[in-house]
């Protein structure tokens, strides 16, 4: 196993190199998309005004795995060791990762329903239990900690299908969801780098660096210039999985893998919290008002950070900074000896006067604080 010195760099490498992948190849993907007319094209719901090329998320998958695979060659080549164990989980991810990217693709290019996706999904996520990979402790959390397979099989379904779905909801504004996946993959880096599980580091990094490149062309392309894309499904979508794979990858305990910490179910969460949270925000609120829970609207949190009077980057810099807060927050609480329980009471009573305070903010602009829109 390489040294901790070794282990930064082989990281920093496969992200500078996914990051050049990324830049070198968007363009190309701009260049494709307007020649076959792919466009997300505006709506009443969308905030763009001009049709944008919509493909850049086919970028994501090559990119981390190019990077990645380049990077164990140069250890290989090194060490002359054999440090890369392929276990059943690992194949796992990797056969339900392109079942994702796949389903992506296809949507971005001539379209899916909604319960093809979700079908889908659905299988993608089985394949995780299935290779043995599933939420096996809930650490204390309402007073739960180990469980069996028959409850954390499905327990596991739910969670990467729903982490995924959030991802691809969020995506609402100029580099959101690439921006907070970005966040929640940044601390899943330092926790695999903390305890020295260098492959999926690789990978994370490798994931992180292409979409950094993404990130510049999403946040900083002129459309009139023929430099901005937006990610589509195929992004959003990979985002969402690999995201629900990392956080069961960090809950499940493998106590003759991995050290034991009670950490593990918190972070996890807390990466992730922003979007979940969000979606279940808005799922009440449609419920609230007679309205399937599946009705696309305007109410996602940078839409209501919008109507209060916040530009699309002053309202991705709010929902940046929340999402980091909460890992701060949480993670300060838990060095505070509070249960998990209690911390995720904490963050739900946080959340609602958060949006008590955007409301009236809304109602002082002059908007709607609830806004049905049914425009697709």
Known sequence: MPDICQ????????FL????????CIPYIIRF??????????NGRKVHKNAIPRLGGISFMPSMLLASLVVMGINSLQSQQDWIHINTSSVGFMISLLIIYGTGIIDDLVGLGPKTKFTAQIIAA???????????????????????????????????VYICNAINLIDGIDGLSAGLSFVALSGFLLYF??????VYCILIAG??????AFLYYNLFGKSEKNRKIFMGDSGSLTLGYTLGFLAVKLIMDRPHAISFHVDSFLLAYSFVLVPCFDVARVSFIRTCHHVNIFHADKNHIHHKLMR??????QSLLVIYSLAVFFILANYGLHLL??????IVVIDIVFWIVFHKVLNRGIVRNGQPVYLENSEE
């Not at 282990?7 to 496969?14: F, G, K, L, N």
């Not at 190199?17 to 070198?24: A, D, E, I, K, N």
């Not at 650490?139 to 499905?154: N, Q, R, V």
Request: aromatic share 10%; with cysteine; charged share 10%.
């Open 7 to 14: 282990e930064y760099i082989y990281v920093v490498i496969s």
């Open 193 to 198: 780098l903390r305890e020295s599980m260098l």
């Open 126 to 160: 089985a394949v995780l239990p299935l290779s043995g990979l599933y939420i096996n402790n809930l650490y204390g959390f309402c007073f739960i900690h180990k469980i069996p397979f028959l409850i954390g099989a499905p327990l596991t379904l739910f969670v990467v």
């Open 33 to 42: 998309c307007k020649k076959k007319g792919l466009y997300d094209i505006p």
């Open 17 to 24: 190199l996914s990051m050049v992948c990324g830049l070198t």
């Open 207 to 212: 994931l992180m660096g292409v979409l950094l």
């Open 337 to 342: 000896s509070l249960s998990m329980t209690a």
């Open 308 to 313: 209060s009077g916040l530009s699309q980057h």
